[in-house]
């Protein structure tokens, strides 16, 4: 394989590392009414895992770090945890813990994408050296895209909730797409600047396939 870290790559240019993205002492969901056991994290993707974490990363109740043993079962992929028992009616329960936006097959979707959008095929990895930056470029660019489009469905998520959302909860939504057009002209100016130093004119976004035509007699 000719580019064997370009999902690493790709993680570090959307600081979406293994420890990039630290949520401290943030609030919970669910009822905290004395019965209640259940709860989630805002974000889903979690990388720590509560029932076996260790300060400073774990549930909080009211500022004080619960020990491992406290959580029930844990589902990284949704958010949600439990406890093992109820605490007090109106005690707060927060949580620290790390991370990622993406899983490792939506990256590679967006590299070969990055990877057609160059003219070349699926397989990534033979993407010449002076054009990976191109490709991580596109590639980020699909990410922030995939980005508002998540945020988009969460700020309708709550319009169906608690009726119409704040003004402001389209920040996000408006940066991550500003932040999708960025890198997508960034992809474009690093494609030309590579071909433009290679003295080649600028390839199309296409392939062609070279196929003999045999002679065809004229009528008569």
Do not use: H
């Not at 969460?154 to 991550?176: F, H, N, S």
Request: proline share 6%; charged share 20%; net charge neutral.
């Amino acid at each position: 394989m000719a580019w064997p870290n370009a999902i690493l790559e790709l993680r570090q240019k959307l600081s979406d590392g293994d420890t990039d993205k630290l949520r401290a002492i943030k609030r919970c969901v669910g009822n905290s009414d004395g019965v209640n056991v259940t709860f989630k994290t805002f974000e889903y993707r979690r990388l720590t895992n509560f029932t076996s974490g260790s300060f400073p990363v774990g549930v909080y109740a009211d500022g004080v770090i619960l020990p491992s043993a406290a959580i029930a079962s844990d589902d990284l992929s949704t958010g949600f945890f439990a406890l093992t028992g109820a605490f007090p009616a109106g005690t707060v329960i927060e949580a620290t813990y790390y991370l990622q936006w993406f899983l490792d097959a939506e990256l590679v979707n967006f590299i070969i994408s990055g990877s057609l959008w160059l003219g070349f095929s699926e397989d990534y990895t033979q993407t010449p050296a002076g054009l990976k930056p191109s490709v991580l470029s596109w590639a980020a660019g699909e990410a922030y895209q995939k980005l508002a489009l998540r945020w988009t469905e969460q700020i309708a998520d709550v319009y169906q909730l608690q009726g119409a959302p704040k003004e402001d909860t389209r920040t996000p939504v408006d940066y991550y797409t500003k932040l999708s057009k960025m890198f997508f002209d960034e992809a474009l100016s690093r494609r030309n600047e590579y071909y433009r130093r290679q003295g080649q004119p600028l390839q199309p976004l296409f392939s062609f396939v070279n196929c003999p035509i045999p002679p065809v007699a004229p009528n008569r």
